[in-house]
């Protein structure tokens, strides 16, 4: 098993420009998450799916957008960068939300917006 | 609300010297409490969690934790540092299994030689 893999590892964007960020997991986990992590502030929940077709907001969603068409794919979108959404995001999947699931991350991707 | 608070965001410890990483959290229920550690430049990781089955919970790598409801908390230990514990540690909860999981704000261990 491959885990929770992402892509790209490090992209550089314009202010303005837009990418998608891919995460894909072959745990066949029903949630997927998506964080960001910047100095000193932990983890922070961005959307969240509890299965193919269904999304919600995490607590720092504004900016991002997300879909979910497969059970293994979560992929995030950023349609105008700002230099606020600078960070290193975290793409995790867990096998459900009985309470002591364990949550899987992936590598990670840095993103830096000038 | 669920929270969670680490205290001091970074520790350093000498080689062989016990490791004490604290965090403490708020709820009105047991809560479900993890450590999750990240080493440079990877994802997150499980180290440890609590699942009511037993108030001291051991871990991969030599680690363990308590849970001390009286105390709200949840610290992480290991007996004796090593090298390769050097990293950053986050203390998680989950108080209902609804909820989603709060990170702390993580500790990040440092190894004297």
């Known amino acids: 098993n491959a885990g929770v893999t992402q892509t790209p590892k490090f992209r550089i964007l314009k202010i303005g420009q837009s990418m998608t960020l891919q995460c894909t997991q072959d745990m066949n986990h029903n949630y997927m998450y998506w964080y960001r992590q910047d100095p000193g502030m932990g983890l922070k929940l961005i959307y969240y799916s509890v299965g193919a077709g269904i999304t919600d907001k995490g607590e720092v969603p504004n900016g991002y957008n997300v879909s979910r068409s497969t059970t293994e794919d979560f992929p995030l979108r950023l349609e105008l960068a700002a230099p606020s959404q600078t960070s290193v995001y975290f793409c995790?999947?867990?096998?459900?939300?009985?309470?002591?699931?364990?949550?899987?991350f992936g590598p990670g991707t840095r993103l830096l917006v000038l | 609300a669920q929270s969670v608070t680490q205290l001091g965001s970074h520790v350093s410890v000498s080689e062989g010297a016990l490791v004490l990483l604290r965090c403490n959290y708020s709820?009105?229920?047991?809560?479900?409490l993890f450590w999750y550690v990240q080493y440079p430049n990877q994802g997150l990781q499980l180290l440890l969690k609590y699942t009511s089955a037993a108030t001291l919970v051991k871990g991969i790598n030599g680690f363990e934790a308590e849970f001390k409801k009286s105390e709200t908390s949840f610290h992480l230990t290991k007996p004796s540092a090593h090298m390769s514990d050097a990293a950053e540690y986050f203390c998680?909860?989950?108080?209902?299994?609804?909820?989603?999981?709060?990170f702390g704000k993580g500790t990040r261990l440092h190894i004297l030689p």
């Open positions: 709820s009105s229920v047991p809560p479900y």
């Open positions: 995790a999947s867990s096998s459900g939300t009985g309470g002591q699931e364990t949550q899987y």
């Open positions: 998680a909860v989950r108080v209902n299994r609804d909820d989603k999981i709060i």
